[in-house]
């Protein structure tokens, strides 16, 4: 038998989510426990997830009163944002391409991109720049995130990320901000 350490999670119905190192998710309640292995999805069934937790306003909640308690699908990505930045910018491109709004973008922006930005800028930079340059609705996340000038080294990358995508400068296009 495996030792397991996971971290346990309540929800407010009372569903519990325990997460283990190897990104295994098992859902209980006094009906049904299920197993959900984010690795058995596509990036896209995982993006429905995503927004699917985001729609029936476990996401929204949470945000709004800055409550760490977040839906399954975001601490997936959150995990994934601390330990495999390029691979969770992937995964964070397919969500922001099924996005069908822009609370649901700034949602992205303002959370997991922007922790994307200031704990692995330099790790991403150039894979950001690849695909944005492709891809305006990523482009328009990028203009949710808030970076300080002062406290993040990236800022002058994300800079002229904004300036590239006129964001900034003589008669700029509209943000998410």
Same mark, same amino acid.
């Given at each position: /038998? ?19 190192? +190897? =990104? &295994? !998710?098992? @859902? %209980? ?5 299920? $197993? %959900?292995?984010?690795?058995? /999805?596509?990036?896209? +069934?995982?993006?429905? /997830?995503?927004?699917? +937790? ?16 977040? =839906? ?17 910018? *992937? &995964? #964070? ?5 099924? %996005? ?17 930005? !200031? ?14 340059? *492709? ?9 949710? !995130?808030? $970076? ?10 994300? #800079?002229? &990320?904004?300036?590239?995508? @006129? ?11």
């Amino acid at each position: /038998m495996h030792a397991l350490t996971a971290d346990v999670q309540l929800h407010r119905c009372g569903v519990f989510s325990v997460f283990q190192p +190897e =990104g &295994l !998710v098992l @859902n %209980c309640n006094q009906n049904e426990s299920r $197993l %959900c292995d984010p690795a058995d /999805m596509t990036d896209q +069934e995982f993006a429905e /997830m995503f927004w699917r +937790e985001y729609n029936e306003g476990d996401m929204q909640k949470t945000a709004q009163a800055n409550d760490s308690t977040n =839906g399954q699908a975001a601490v997936l990505v959150d995990n994934l944002v601390n330990s495999a930045p390029q691979r969770a910018f *992937e &995964l #964070l491109v397919t969500i922001i391409d099924s %996005c069908k709004d822009n609370d649901g973008l700034a949602y992205i922006a303002a959370g997991p991109l922007e922790n994307l930005f !200031v704990y692995h800028g330099y790790e991403i930079i150039n894979t950001v720049m690849e695909k944005a340059d *492709e891809n305006e609705k990523l482009q328009l996340a990028l203009s949710g !995130v808030w $970076l300080d000038e002062q406290d993040d080294a990236i800022f002058p990358h994300w #800079l002229e &990320l904004m300036k590239r995508y @006129n964001f900034v400068g003589d008669n700029p296009r509209p943000t998410l901000a």
